[in-house]
């Protein structure tokens, strides 16, 4: 399971997209967009078969906690796909189950590269949010986008 | 064409330690470079150190990564270095994965989405890692650019939109001959590691540099936390200038034997003092060190068999401060004991310690346990590297007093077991000798290179104050030297007297 922290950045990341158009921050279509950017994004540093294997993962472990993303599947590019005999794939990543799918990709971009350069990459792909380091209570660096 | 006329080439920071001596002062900007090597030998961290240290925002550095480490994975290997700052990325260092073009296209496709990448970025640097892997993959249909094509039209891109590349590839040293691929580069680094025994010997060579002279030869490098280090051969005074031969005599602190060298050690000259386990040698080589202090000349002691404290303690016995001047910076005890240091890099951390304290002189003691404390496989260069080592030393001025144990016989006078008396200019002997029931000990100047010295055998005793020779010239005995003297009755004392007398006579 992710940290609270990993799934607050999840939420933050959704807040900033929700906020360019004025969607709710859990509608299915905003976790769409972030998903996307994240993909676009890390697709060109890791390339589409590194980004589809950490994309695989971290749907397998949201699954577990959320049984909703249960016929979502990652696709040969790295893109969501629902099957069409589903309902509506921004249905299934709607709410907290999106949330989740997000936080365990951050959540392994963090396993794998550390905070400060996941931090980095997602200033990229936000630009024009403020991510900064900074001490959590624990002790831990994390990030907060602003 | 004058020099005004030349094109000046501006020579970048490799990032490694080291490496900036060895190709000559930088590598040049614009410059296409392979960097050749078995896996694991540090091609991508060397360009990684090069990237970190050259990449601004506005130009920055392009990493393309190819098949093999994926870049999640190379970017959790490389930030555990020192030199990665997070804070370059993205902005100073954009790392864009190829594999999916390389699978699924031909090479001409790979160039062009490097072309692309390169024009809207304006790189300083750009690295393909790695390029090796490309040639790889079968695509066999006509008219696809074969791989040196490729490297030809990608150099010629790059080099006119003025970045400075490199190619990371995994070679093995019978592919770097005559390999076409190559006759593209403008540099050509090569990194390889050789176990001996239960050490690892890491070498670089740079095989071919344009524009400017490189060092030749194998340069030791490690691969730290700081990521790489390189040793030059000629350990960075390749540049300096030697200093004319200086008339000045250093004191050894032994009033009786600067006598016997006509004032002292002549400054700048490697001086070798040998002798049995217990002569005294450390007792000499720390008056020397000492009396340097006392005169206002900053020493190093680079220590192999005792540590820094065991050794302050020691002086401190014989009435030498060593504590207080190590405090004022004006001596440095090097405690160099770990098994598997490269002599390059031991003696690289000596000369660091004399440019860092402006050292005039130095002692290494002993050879032997400098020897010993070099990983197997550097311990046949040993001669070689000491021998440059000594050169580059005292060719900036600086006086080298080391000590060597040798095994006392007592049918032989052997002046050192490692064959090194032709590195000294200068040579004292000290020896156990057996009189009347005593062991007692002799010195004796074997050799100075820089003039005339005492050929008197000379009784010494060491003493709460150190070494001290006593009285005059050991008259009474012939056969010193071999340990074990005869004393001279009256008329063998004329018999020996004699030859002296004629020679003297024949000399008028």
Same mark, same amino acid.
């Given at each position: 399971?992710?940290?609270?922290?990993?799934?607050?950045?999840?939420?933050?990341?959704?807040?900033?997209?929700?906020?360019?158009? =004025?969607?709710?921050?859990?509608?299915?279509?905003?976790?769409?967009?972030?998903?996307?950017?994240?993909?676009?994004?890390?697709?060109?540093?890791?390339?589409?078969?590194?980004?589809?294997?950490?994309?695989?993962?971290?749907?397998?472990?949201?699954?577990?906690?959320?049984?909703?993303?249960?016929?979502?599947?990652?696709?040969?590019?790295?893109?969501?796909?629902?099957?069409?005999?589903?309902?509506?794939?921004?249905?299934?990543?709607?709410?907290?189950?999106?949330?989740?799918?997000?936080?365990?990709?951050? =959540?392994?971009?963090?396993?794998?590269? =550390?905070?400060?350069?996941?931090?980095?990459?997602?200033?990229?792909?936000?630009?024009?949010?403020?991510?900064?380091?900074?001490?959590?209570?624990?002790?831990?660096?994390?990030?907060?986008?602003? | 064409?004058?020099?005004?006329?030349?094109?000046?080439?501006?020579?970048?920071?490799?990032?490694?330690?080291?490496?900036?001596?060895?190709?000559?002062? +930088?590598?040049?900007?614009?410059?296409?470079?392979?960097?050749?090597?078995?896996? $694991?030998?540090? &091609?991508?961290?060397?360009?990684?150190?090069?990237?970190?240290?050259?990449?601004?925002?506005?130009?920055?550095?392009?990493?393309?990564?190819?098949?093999?480490?994926?870049?999640?994975?190379?970017?959790?290997?490389?930030?555990?270095?020192?030199?990665?700052?997070?804070?370059? /990325?993205?902005?100073?260092?954009?790392?864009?994965?190829?594999?999916?073009?390389?699978?699924?296209?031909?090479?001409?496709?790979?160039?062009?989405?490097?072309?692309?990448?390169?024009?809207?970025?304006?790189?300083?640097?750009?690295?393909?890692?790695?390029?090796?892997?490309?040639?790889?993959?079968?695509? $066999?249909?006509?008219?696809?650019?074969? /791989?040196?094509?490729?490297?030809?039209?990608?150099?010629?891109? /790059?080099?006119? #939109?003025?970045?400075?590349?490199?190619?990371?590839?995994?070679?093995?040293?019978?592919?770097?001959?005559?390999?076409?691929?190559?006759?593209?580069?403008?540099?050509?680094? #090569?990194?390889?590691?050789?176990?001996?025994?239960?050490?690892?010997?890491?070498?670089?060579?740079?095989?071919?540099?344009?524009?400017?002279?490189?060092?030749?030869?194998?340069?030791?490098?490690?691969?730290?936390?700081?990521?790489?280090?390189?040793?030059?051969?000629?350990?960075?005074?390749? $540049?300096?200038?030697?200093?004319?031969?200086?008339?000045?005599?250093?004191?050894?602190?032994?009033?009786?034997?600067?006598?016997?060298?006509?004032?002292?050690?002549?400054?700048?000259?490697?001086?070798?003092?040998?002798?049995?386990?217990?002569? +005294?040698?450390?007792?000499?080589?720390?008056?020397?060190?000492?009396?340097?202090?006392?005169?206002?000349?900053?020493?190093?002691?680079?220590?192999?068999?005792?540590?820094?404290?065991?050794?302050?303690?020691?002086?401190?016995?014989?009435?030498?401060?060593?504590?207080?001047?190590?405090?004022?910076?004006?001596?440095?005890?090097?405690?160099?004991?770990? /098994?598997?240091?490269?002599?390059?890099?031991?003696?690289?951390?000596?000369?660091?310690?004399?440019?860092?304290?402006?050292?005039?002189?130095?002692?290494?003691?002993?050879?032997?346990?400098?020897?010993?404390?070099?990983?197997? +496989?550097?311990?046949?260069?040993?001669?070689?590297?000491?021998?440059?080592?000594?050169?580059?030393?005292?060719?900036?001025?600086?006086?080298?007093?080391?000590?060597?144990?040798?095994?006392?016989?007592?049918?032989?006078?052997?002046?050192?077991?490692?064959?090194?008396?032709?590195?000294?200019?200068?040579?004292?002997?000290?020896?156990?000798?057996?009189?009347?029931?005593?062991?007692?000990?002799?010195?004796?100047?074997?050799?100075?290179? $820089?003039?005339?010295?005492?050929?008197?055998?000379?009784?010494?005793?060491?003493?709460?104050?150190?070494?001290?020779?006593? +009285?005059?010239?050991?008259?009474?005995?012939?056969?010193?030297?071999?340990?074990?003297?005869?004393?001279?009755?009256?008329?063998?004392? &004329?018999?020996?007297?004699?030859?002296?007398?004629?020679?003297?006579?024949? &000399?008028?």
């Amino acid at each position: 399971m992710v940290s609270q922290q990993t799934r607050d950045l999840a939420r933050r990341l959704l807040a900033e997209e929700a906020a360019l158009d =004025g969607t709710s921050l859990t509608a299915g279509s905003t976790v769409s967009r972030v998903y996307e950017k994240l993909r676009r994004n890390l697709c060109a540093l890791a390339g589409v078969a590194g980004f589809r294997s950490l994309a695989s993962r971290a749907l397998t472990l949201a699954k577990a906690e959320a049984p909703s993303l249960n016929a979502t599947q990652v696709t040969e590019d790295g893109s969501l796909q629902v099957p069409s005999e589903a309902s509506d794939g921004d249905e299934l990543t709607a709410g907290e189950s999106g949330i989740i799918l997000l936080a365990q990709l951050i =959540g392994l971009l963090h396993a794998f590269i =550390g905070k400060t350069l996941t931090s980095r990459l997602l200033q990229d792909a936000w630009p024009n949010a403020v991510f900064e380091d900074c001490n959590s209570e624990d002790g831990e660096k994390h990030e907060r986008a602003r | 064409m004058s020099a005004r006329d030349k094109v000046t080439i501006h020579k970048l920071h490799t990032g490694v330690p080291g490496l900036d001596e060895i190709v000559g002062g +930088g590598l040049p900007e614009f410059s296409f470079n392979i960097i050749a090597g078995a896996p $694991g030998s540090g &091609k991508t961290t060397l360009a990684h150190q090069f990237v970190f240290a050259n990449a601004t925002p506005e130009r920055p550095a392009l990493y393309f990564t190819v098949l093999g480490e994926s870049a999640i994975k190379m970017l959790r290997y490389q930030q555990q270095y020192t030199f990665f700052d997070p804070a370059k /990325l993205p902005n100073s260092i954009r790392f864009i994965n190829l594999s999916q073009v390389v699978l699924e296209k031909d090479l001409g496709a790979v160039l062009q989405e490097i072309i692309e990448e390169v024009e809207k970025a304006n790189p300083a640097v750009v690295v393909v890692d790695s390029f090796r892997t490309m040639v790889r993959i079968p695509h $066999g249909s006509p008219g696809e650019m074969d /791989l040196q094509a490729f490297i030809q039209q990608l150099a010629l891109f /790059l080099a006119s #939109w003025q970045a400075t590349t490199f190619l990371i590839g995994e070679y093995a040293e019978d592919e770097l001959r005559d390999n076409p691929i190559f006759t593209v580069a403008d540099g050509l680094f #090569w990194l390889s590691q050789i176990a001996e025994r239960n050490s690892v010997v890491r070498k670089l060579q740079i095989v071919k540099l344009r524009g400017q002279a490189s060092v030749p030869g194998l340069h030791t490098f490690r691969i730290t936390d700081a990521g790489l280090q390189a040793f030059s051969r000629t350990f960075g005074l390749s $540049g300096h200038k030697s200093k004319p031969p200086s008339q000045r005599r250093l004191s050894i602190g032994i009033p009786e034997l600067d006598k016997m060298m006509g004032g002292g050690i002549p400054e700048g000259d490697s001086v070798l003092v040998t002798g049995a386990s217990g002569t +005294g040698k450390s007792v000499l080589a720390t008056q020397f060190i000492a009396e340097g202090i006392r005169q206002g000349e900053p020493g190093i002691v680079a220590v192999f068999e005792e540590r820094p404290q065991a050794y302050t303690d020691r002086a401190g016995s014989f009435g030498l401060d060593l504590e207080a001047p190590q405090k004022d910076g004006t001596l440095l005890i090097l405690y160099l004991r770990p /098994l598997d240091l490269s002599v390059d890099e031991t003696m690289n951390e000596i000369l660091d310690a004399v440019k860092k304290i402006g050292a005039k002189r130095l002692v290494i003691d002993s050879l032997a346990g400098f020897e010993m404390a070099l990983s197997p +496989g550097f311990r046949e260069d040993f001669r070689e590297s000491l021998y440059r080592m000594i050169f580059a030393l005292t060719g900036i001025g600086v006086t080298i007093l080391s000590t060597v144990e040798v095994d006392e016989s007592f049918t032989e006078f052997p002046f050192s077991t490692y064959s090194i008396s032709f590195l000294t200019d200068d040579i004292i002997r000290l020896r156990y000798v057996s009189i009347e029931g005593r062991l007692r000990k002799i010195l004796v100047i074997i050799k100075m290179r $820089g003039g005339n010295h005492s050929q008197d055998i000379r009784e010494y005793e060491i003493t709460s104050k150190g070494m001290v020779i006593a +009285g005059e010239r050991l008259k009474n005995y012939q056969r010193l030297i071999t340990g074990i003297p005869e004393r001279l009755n009256r008329s063998n004392e &004329k018999e020996a007297e004699l030859p002296r007398k004629s020679k003297a006579k024949s &000399k008028t």
